[in-house]
């Protein structure tokens, strides 16, 4: 079956749209890392792994602290364990060595390149902070939020969507 290029144009531009945040996958990131992508000071995270999922992603604090990060950027009494915002994961890109330096202001990390962990920059945008945040047991990669999280979450956000 064929399609028009109107009809395709118009597939495309509603799969642009943006998806609502309610039922989205969460990331859970180290703070201060996941201050940093609230605050709009870090647009890139670094990740071992790459997902084909592109949409918004809820960024959960984890209960451990990059004692090194939180002193280098002056992050002090960080809340942790739990959703503090959103982000919109927009792309992902492997790192080369040439990307990894091009990127640092954007990343933010101070190591040099390491190929043999295959690092890839998750690119996000449109961070947004919740008024409070929510406590949540997080995991390690992408997961989705239990039912009762997930209903308090659209109380919070019921209509700023």
Known sequence: ??????????????SEKPKPLHNQLVLSIKQPWAQLIIEGRKDVEVRSWAT????????????K???????RFNEHDLFRGGIIGSAELWGIRPFSVKSWEAWRSRHLNDS???????????ILRN??????????KGTVGLFRLPDAVERQLRRKLKGSL
């Open 127 to 136: 961070p947004k902070r919740l008024e409070e945040p929510i406590p949540v």
């Open 52 to 63: 084909p999922y592109r949409g918004p992603l809820w960024i959960h604090t984890g209960q």
């Open 1 to 14: 079956m064929k399609h028009s290029k109107n009809e395709m144009r118009s597939k495309r531009v509603e």
């Open 112 to 122: 040099p390149f390491d190929e043999e962990l295959g690092k890839y920059g998750w």
């Open 65 to 71: 602290l990059d004692t090194y990060a939180s002193e």
